[in-house]
Each structure stands twice: as structure tokens, then as C-alpha cells.
Antibody, heavy 121, light 111 residues
Framework: EVQLVESGGGLVQPGGSLRLSCVAT????????MNWVRQAPGKGLEWVAY????????NYADSVKGRFTVSRDNAKNSVHLQMHSLRVEDTALYFC??????????????WGQGTLVAVSS | QLVLTQSPSASASLGASVRLTCTLN???????IAWHQQQPGKGPRFLMK???????NEGDGIPHRFSGSSSGAERYLTISRLQSDDEADYFC?????????FGGGTKVTVL
């Protein structure tokens, strides 16, 4: 069974940093590209970042470019999102999501349950 | 700029059918989309990918009550024999070049 479990969320002050993690089980992690998607309270979904299975490609939404960095550790079946210069508008539930096998940036076939990031003074 | 448009809400009675629409903006009518369901308090769940020719590929374990189709720039998700746990938000999603786009979502209420 495919499972994606996020962690690392919490309360942080504006301008602060936070590192999110997502551990994957139930599939050969190194064969799949991964994404982060967020959802502000009561709002819709917003794609944040993508990393290819071989770590050769990273893509970011304009709203986080230059502040967030996605990385992965295929030996530990994990993907991370390092967030710097956090803003109030970054407050959201952050989901880890898998891209189907053999695909580059496209759609998501499995999702985690999310980890909550709250940016507030 | 690629935009996906969804109606904010839809409703139908228990056991009935409902069809949700996701509309691609002008110049993007050939794009495939994906449908995702998000039940209250849960993470999203992939339902299916719908291509411009109407062909679709369902996610693992998705009941046959969920089906997809296309017409021009519109992509549809039809839910048949509505059940109470179909009450959820439904998002369409597509991708172009280096970005992913979501529609605003449709909240489905089962009466």
C-alpha cells in the first residue's frame, strides 16, 4: 500500500524557517518524481514544488521561488521542503504528492494527509 | 495563461447522479486534466485522468460510479448512485511546461 506521511509543520514567526519532510512507503521511491502542494485554510489547492526522481529537475511556483527548496533522499525514501523567509500567506496545510511512474511534472496519483504550517507573530 | 474554471457548488439527492465540469480557457482545449476528491478533514485522493478525447484512467480502487468524459474545452466528472461519503470538494488539475494549475474546486452536497 502506497503511503506518504508528512511531518515538520508548526508555528513559526514571519521571516523564520521550517523544514518539512515526507516519508514514502509501499513503492520504489527512487523511480517516482515527487511534489509539494499546499492548501490555505478554507481555500483551494496550490502546487508548490516538484523534484524529479533523479533529482535532476526542480520546479517551483512563482510564489515560493527563491525562498523554498525541495530535495530528496532516495536512500531514506524521503522528500523535503526547506522553507525560508516565511510569510503570513505561507500559512497552509502542506501535502506531499506523487507523480505517476514514468512521468515528469504532471498530475498526482497519491497524496499524503498533510502537515500544518502556521506563520504568525 | 492556463486557467481551469469550476462551479463553486453542486448538489444532488442520495442515489442520483451529478456531473461536474472543469473548463480549460481559450487555446488550451487539448489539455488533459486530473480529478481529485477531498473529503472533509482529509488529504486529496486521485480519482482519474481525463484526456481531450474523453479517454480516462482511474486511480487505484476508484469505484466505477466515478466516470470521466470530455467535450471541447470541457472535462467532466460524473458521479453515479451518489452516496453520503461522496460529499466532498472536487478539484481538477492540469499542467503545462514547468507548472501545475488547479481549478478552484466544486463542493458537492448530497441531499
Amino acid at each position: 500500500e502506497v503511503q506518504l506521511v508528512e511531518s515538520g509543520g508548526g508555528l513559526v514567526q514571519p521571516g523564520g524557517s521550517l523544514r518539512l519532510s515526507c516519508v514514502a512507503t509501499g513503492f520504489r521511491f527512487s523511480d517516482y518524481s515527487m511534489n509539494w502542494v499546499r492548501q490555505a485554510p478554507g481555500k483551494g489547492l496550490e502546487w508548490v514544488a516538484y523534484i524529479s526522481f533523479g533529482r535532476t529537475t526542480e520546479n517551483y511556483a512563482d510564489s515560493v521561488k527563491g525562498r523554498f527548496t525541495v530535495s530528496r533522499d532516495n536512500a531514506k525514501n524521503s522528500v523535503h521542503l526547506q522553507m525560508h523567509s516565511l510569510r503570513v500567506e505561507d500559512t497552509a496545510l502542506y501535502f506531499c504528492a506523487r507523480t505517476p511512474y514514468g512521468s515528469s511534472l504532471s498530475f498526482f496519483d497519491y497524496w499524503g494527509q498533510g502537515t500544518l504550517v502556521a506563520v504568525s507573530s | 495563461q492556463l486557467v481551469l474554471t469550476q462551479s463553486p457548488s453542486a448538489s444532488a439527492s442520495l442515489g442520483a447522479s451529478v456531473r461536474l465540469t472543469c473548463t480549460l480557457n481559450s487555446g488550451h482545449s487539448s489539455y488533459a486534466i486530473a480529478w481529485h476528491q477531498q473529503q472533509p478533514g482529509k488529504g486529496p485522493r486521485f480519482l482519474m485522468k481525463v484526456n481531450s478525447d474523453g479517454s480516462h484512467n482511474e486511480g487505484d480502487g476508484i469505484p466505477h460510479r466515478f466516470s470521466g468524459s470530455s467535450s471541447g474545452a470541457e472535462r467532466y466528472l460524473t458521479i453515479s448512485r451518489l452516496q453520503s461519503d461522496d460529499e466532498a470538494d472536487y478539484f481538477c488539475q492540469t499542467w503545462v511546461n514547468d507548472i501545475v494549475i488547479f481549478g478552484g474546486g466544486t463542493k458537492v452536497t448530497v441531499l
